[in-house]
């Protein structure tokens, strides 16, 4: 098929982030920061590296990088206490806890502290459930990044049939359910799907998120499809085998260089959302003390 679509990351994520701009800069305006803070507990190499790209991204841009760095000793009581100091600062706006937390942590009860309005990276069921009803506003990253670029590249999902290959709580569910708000019709697989290759020949979208490199081969593909690849792994190789992919796809995301980058940008977008929403939230209650 001839006038590939490459569906660019970085391109899409700059005009995220030049929209910000101004938003941010209102709110400084007003003597409001955007701040994200970052929890990172224990010493993983590979998780270090993400927050440390994340808080780059955030100072670029003029927003607040705290980073809380605990010891991988840490109890979940522990973490508990600083989502909860996190949680009660108002110049915070969003929480991010890095995933994944050294396994003796309840990692699910600490993603259930995080105050939903500070949900920015969209880690909590309840977070989950608004945005599966429709009214989320901060959506897990990766899913809301995943929709900037189709939006982004005018790409609908109204009437088409979208496979979703992996059922993640942060990823694959969540993004089955934005497209189902989107009016797709929507099949989520997983590693218990029989006869996969043979669905994803009907998939008119297909969202790559099981986290195995070059496993979607371009054979399992319809000709003119959607490729979101969502998955990142050791050696900058996505889910799909780009190659033979790329020969059946009509648009089709890069790793890297594709769902990466917007990630990101979306994580910044919600903190500023959240910066917003505090600021208002503020404005109506002191209009409250203002008598005519």
């Not at 005009?15 to 920061?33: R, S, T």
């Not at 224990?42 to 993400?50: A, H, L, Q, R, V």
């Not at 969202?207 to 371009?218: D, Q, Y």
């Not at 003119?224 to 889910?239: F, P, V």
């Amino acid at each position: 098929m001839e006038n590939k679509l490459i569906l660019d990351g970085i391109v899409v994520a700059n005009h995220v982030k030049e929209q910000l701009k101004g938003k941010i800069a209102e709110l400084k305006l007003n003597d409001v920061q955007p701040c994200l803070a970052t929890i990172l507990v224990g010493d993983d190499p590979s998780s270090e590296t993400y927050v440390k790209m994340k808080g780059n991204a955030c100072k670029k841009l003029g927003i607040i990088s705290k980073r809380i760095h605990l010891s991988k000793n840490s109890t979940t009581d522990d973490l508990l206490k600083t989502i909860a100091e996190l949680n009660d600062d108002p110049a915070v706006h969003g929480i991010l806890l890095q995933h994944p937390v050294p396994g003796h942590i309840d990692e699910r009860k600490a993603f259930e502290a995080i105050a939903i309005e500070k949900d920015v990276d969209g880690v909590t069921s309840l977070g989950y459930g608004q945005t599966a009803f429709g009214f989320g506003e901060y959506p897990s990253c990766t899913p809301a990044a995943i929709l900037e670029i189709m939006d982004y590249y005018k790409l609908g999902a109204d009437g088409l049939h979208a496979v979703v290959v992996g059922r993640s709580p942060i990823l694959g569910k969540p993004v089955s359910a934005l497209l189902l708000n989107r009016n797709a019709t929507v099949t989520t697989c997983h590693s218990h799907t029989r006869n996969l290759p043979q669905i994803l020949q009907q998939a008119d979208i297909v969202v790559a998120a099981v986290g195995k490199p070059n496993f979607i081969k371009g054979e399992w593909i319809k000709e003119g499809a959607i490729i979101l690849d969502a998955g990142y792994n050791k050696g900058n190789i996505g889910d799909v085998e780009y190659v033979t992919c790329h020969e059946k796809a009509f648009a089709i995301t890069p790793v890297p260089g594709g769902v990466g980058p917007v990630t990101i940008s979306m994580l910044l977008k919600h903190t500023v959302q959240a910066a917003e929403k505090a600021r208002k939230m503020k404005k109506d209650a002191n209009s409250q003390f203002v008598t005519i």
